[in-house]
Nanobody
């Protein structure tokens, strides 16, 4: 059984920071790209960041570049999203996702095989 379990969400003031974690089980974690997406009320789920299976390459949406950092620990089967300088527009449910093995596609929902249940991030002004 594949499980992706996010944690670390919460309420934070604008300018603050949060670190999300996503623990994976039931998959070959170290061979899959991992991604973070988010969905705000009334909006479509959008790409936030992704990281290659080796951790050597990372990709970000323009809206979060230079504020968010994605990382992974293949020994712990865990991917992280460090979020700094948060703004109210970052408020959303954040989902982690596991991509296809050794895939170089990373920015679309269809590029991912497995999804977590999501964690709420709320940024107050």
């Amino acid at each position: 059984q594949v499980l992706l379990v996010e944690s670390g969400g919460g309420l934070v003031q604008a300018g603050g920071s949060l670190k999300l974690s996503c623990a994976a089980s039931g998959i070959t974690f170290s061979s899959r790209p991992m991604g973070w997406f988010r969905q705000a009320p009334g909006k479509e789920r959008e790409f936030v960041a992704s990281i290659r299976w080796s951790g050597g390459s990372t990709y970000y949406a323009d809206s979060v570049k230079d504020r968010f950092t994605i990382s992974r620990d293949n020994d712990k089967d865990t991917v992280y999203l460090q979020m700094n300088s948060l703004i109210p527009e970052d408020t959303a449910v954040y989902y982690c996702a596991a991509g296809r093995r050794y895939s170089y596609s990373y920015s679309k929902r269809g590029d991912y095989d497995y999804w977590g249940q999501g964690t709420q991030v709320t940024v107050s002004s």
